[in-house]
């Protein structure tokens, strides 16, 4: 039987060879949860299993803090207390305050192919990115994950964006998974898993690969999946862990939803507010005067993402009527950042560099717009209040756009800069 | 069972910062307190108007975004009787179910808010006793709605001590 990558990790997972559309039982390789959806996650497991409940496998069960970093109020310090004992009462890994982002932490140290992958986050979907199945799932399901280290799942169907042509400059993999948004729609993978494909996201290094996943979910998608590839082993191996394990990948004349994108030609995109499928090419928003510029988040936060906004922020200042903050996704972007100059050329630019974080991403803890206010980000969502007033305005864009628009002071296309 | 209450109509694509805006995650420990603000970034003066026992009715993909299950846990803590939308995003879906949310797909187009709405889970259907309409409900698949008849995940799961598939 011919069948997806997306198959062949569920059938691996559930231990009988399955198709899309069965419901399965399948066992979890790692479970992720972080200071947000931890709580409940805990109650839900200590409900199921009692006050002196252990989890399934310390082993596979990984949390780290990273949407109010440092703790933001007397009440997100309580609730890193509260959980930094729960992760000492079960001797499970917890990188506390001090990693960055969760996801980031998930793929610099634990995701290999293959693996089935939960996180108590709806972005979680971004560790497909190195060909392992991960979704993002509700506190509840975790509670259950926590308990017994398996769940419950309907194997999704697979759509492949086949993407193929030449990226112009300063067109990235933000603005594929932009342009895929906004042709498919903020549901147009709902229950499917999103596998990018095509001569295109081939020659894709790790970082835009990730970022693509990441969004996944903007279109409703379970996972977002690149078969694993050179460039898979090569990272793995730049992360000090070689993987040498089994491969697995789609076979041949499996059966997928096809939806074909040639970028040749295409310009930088912007989502628009407040909908992230809102999508237009940068000529259509060139202009708009800006407030707050972001670049960092799980979507574009990495090295790479901030290799690109130096070099063209390198010599040049913040506009006046524009703050921009900076924050690397890891403490490993962030060192490297740093040994390599980069943050450097962010703070003579006038930029606030935050130590690893969710920052204004999560519109609950610091870096907030204000009532009429508008952001440029490099995040992945731009609902109404997301960071912030919900009488702000936020437009989400690659780091090269945000970079360019902090130094000019509206959304400033930056190929036609220098 | 049967429920009744008035409906409030939402468009398509309602999400989970419109549902519980991240500006109020400070009182996540707190989930009356988060309640009080539910569908407030939609319609600011959604919970004036609201009684509880009133239901929720939207177009297509209602809860995209988030994982976050104080999104649908808010709507039943506010006393939320039931969503019914044209369809739902994936994770908000289910964690409306394991916090025991009835969460029903059908055709919303004929209802309008204020209707007076009789719900019938068993039955799979919704009347609208306003205009005399009967819609359809879509099945719930059956492991979720196994799990909605214990009133969510945990109190399946401590009864019947795991799920089977």
Same mark, same amino acid.
């Given at each position: 039987m011919a069948q997806t990558l997306v198959e062949k990790i569920f059938s691996k997972a559930s231990g009988k060879e399955v198709k899309a559309g069965e419901f399965v039982m399948a066992n979890i390789d790692l479970a992720m949860i972080h200071d947000i959806t931890a709580p409940l996650a805990i109650k839900a497991f200590r409900e199921i299993l009692g006050s002196d409940a252990k989890v399934w496998d310390k082993s596979k069960v990984i949390m780290a803090f990273d949407h109010q970093v440092p703790a933001d109020s007397v009440h997100a310090a309580e609730n890193h207390k509260m959980l930094r004992k729960f992760a000492e009462e079960q001797g499970i890994l917890n990188y506390d305050v001090k990693g960055g982002i969760a996801h980031q932490i998930m793929v610099e140290n634990h995701v290999e192919p293959g693996m089935l992958i939960v996180g108590a986050d709806s972005h979680t979907c971004m560790y497909g990115a190195l060909g392992a199945f991960a979704t993002g799932i509700g506190s509840t399901d975790m509670g259950f994950v926590l308990a017994m280290g398996k769940l419950w799942f309907k194997v999704p169907e697979s759509i492949r964006f086949n993407v193929h042509g030449k990226l112009e400059k300063h067109v990235y993999g933000k603005d594929i998974v932009l342009k895929l948004i906004g042709m498919v =729609? /903020?549901? =147009? /993978?709902?229950y499917k898993a999103c596998i990018y494909s095509g001569e295109v996201v081939e020659k894709l290094g790790m970082s835009d690969r990730l970022t693509m996943c990441n969004m996944a979910i903007e279109m409703g998608g379970k996972a977002g999946i690149v078969e694993p590839d050179k460039t898979t082993l090569e990272y793995l191996k730049a992360m000090g862990r070689p993987y040498e394990g089994e491969l697995l990948k789609s076979d041949e004349d499996a059966e997928f939803q096809e939806v074909e994108l040639d970028v040749t030609g295409m310009e930088p995109q912007v989502a628009a507010p407040h909908r992230v499928d809102n999508v237009v090419g940068i000529s259509e928003v060139e202009g708009t005067r800006v407030d707050q510029v972001f670049i960092g988040s799980c979507t574009n936060g990495r090295y790479e993402d901030l290799k690109i906004a130096a070099e063209i922020l390198k010599g040049e200042k913040v506009a006046s009527n524009v703050r921009l903050i900076v924050i690397p996704a890891s403490h490993r972007e962030y060192r490297r950042a740093l040994k390599e100059g980069l943050i450097e050329i962010f703070v003579d630019a006038g930029a606030l560099v935050e130590a690893p974080c969710c920052g204004p991403c999560m519109g609950g803890s610091f870096g907030l717009i204000a009532s009429g206010e508008v952001s440029v980000s490099t995040s992945n969502r731009n609902f109404i209040g997301r960071q912030g007033s919900p009488e702000g305005k936020i437009y989400l864009v690659n780091p090269a756009v945000a970079a360019a628009t902090a130094i000019y002071g509206e959304i400033t296309d930056p190929r036609k800069i220098k | 069972m049967k429920m009744v209450g008035r409906a409030w109509k939402f468009g398509d694509d309602i999400s989970t910062d419109h549902i519980t805006p991240g500006r109020y995650y400070h009182l996540r420990s707190n989930m009356p307190e988060l309640a009080k603000h539910v569908m407030e970034d939609a319609d600011p003066d959604f919970m004036k108007k609201f009684r509880p026992g009133d239901f929720i009715v939207a177009g297509k993909n209602f809860g995209m975004g988030s994982s976050r299950e104080h999104a649908p846990l808010a709507l039943k803590i506010a006393g939320v009787s039931a969503v019914i939308a044209k369809s739902f995003a994936r994770i908000f879906y289910r964690n409306a179910i394991n916090v025991g949310l009835p969460v029903l797909i059908a055709d919303t187009d004929s209802i309008d808010s204020g209707d007076e709405l009789e719900v019938d889970l068993g039955k799979g259907l919704v009347v609208n006793r306003t205009k005399g309409i009967e819609i359809r409900v879509k099945p719930i698949p059956e492991v979720m709605l196994k799990i909605l008849h214990e009133g969510g995940l945990v109190s399946y799961v401590k009864k019947h001590g795991d799920i089977k598939i």
């Open positions: =729609g /903020a549901d =147009g /993978a709902n | -």
